[in-house]
């Protein structure tokens, strides 16, 4: 593994606790990097910072990312314990189960767009003005390939990534001028616990979707995502990045 230079950055992470988030928390601590993990599962969050403080300095906030005033606190929290805030991945999702656009409840449809993208829009709020401040900011948005080409029995989820596509680019534009990059990443699926919240059906169809036949590892889109995190990425913003095993190539 390369070592990404991100000396003394401080990362909020949402979502951290596990899967993608919790694997770009630990690439970023071996990188130099402080974070602040966000996440709704108090206990898991607990069992994450034990196993990543040993790497660097860690603080957690229980966070629900669909409220104004969590997310707030969250930010306000987190620039106390750290100094600052460099970097942010809004890393946090959920899936919302499968179903007929018809057939899904309007509640879950409803919560799946508020996780996905009413979270995102609302942490960016509360942190892209302290990084104006700083003249330095890298928001890093984890999108799906779903997003792009919009995956049966998914409206709720495809809808809420192709937004999150859209809120990156459009933010990318407003902060293109304040050295704060926004971009965004759009993986194939990664065998993480939101595979709990698929059908098995739906799971073998994104498999069979990928031409390297094989589901993305979190430690890859780590990878991508501490590149996207750093100063080494420097004139790429608005961007979607794939990471699909080929899956699509646009």
Same mark, same amino acid.
């Given at each position: ?48 910072? +034990?196993?990543? @403080?040993?790497?660097?300095? *860690? ?5 629900? /990312? !669909?409220?104004? %005033?969590? $997310? ?34 309007? +509640?879950?449809? @409803?919560?799946?767009?508020? *996780? ?5 829009? /609302? !942490?960016?709020? %509360?942190? $892209? ?122």
């Amino acid at each position: 593994m390369n070592r990404l230079d991100l000396q003394d950055r401080i990362a909020v992470i949402t979502g951290g606790a596990r899967g993608i988030g919790f694997a770009a928390a630990q690439r970023m601590l071996q990188s130099g990097a402080g974070v602040a993990l966000w996440d709704i599962d108090a206990e898991r969050l607990a069992e994450a910072a +034990a196993r990543l @403080r040993p790497l660097g300095a *860690v603080s957690t906030a229980v966070v629900e /990312l !669909t409220d104004e %005033a969590s $997310v707030t606190k969250a930010a306000a929290d987190a620039i106390a314990i750290h100094g600052k805030v460099d970097i942010l991945v809004n890393n946090a999702g959920i899936t919302g189960g499968n179903g007929k656009l018809w057939e899904l409840d309007p +509640a879950t449809w @409803r919560r799946v767009v508020d *996780v996905n993208l009413v979270g995102p829009y /609302l !942490t960016c709020r %509360a942190l $892209v003005p302290q990084m104006i401040e700083l003249g330095y900011g890298r928001i890093v948005n984890i999108a799906s390939i779903a997003g792009k080409e919009g995956n049966p029995n998914a409206s709720h989820y495809s809808a809420s990534k192709a937004g999150l596509i859209g809120m990156t680019k459009s933010l990318a534009k407003e902060l293109a001028q304040a050295g704060i990059l926004v971009n965004c990443i759009t993986p194939a699926a990664a065998k993480t616990e939101i595979f709990d919240q698929m059908s098995q059906g739906h799971i073998d169809f994104m498999l069979s979707k990928i031409p390297m036949s094989r589901f993305l590892a979190v430690e890859e889109a780590a990878a991508m995502i501490g590149w996207l995190a750093s100063e080494d990425c420097a004139f790429s913003t608005g961007a979607v990045f794939d990471i699909s095993g080929g899956r699509a190539v646009y």
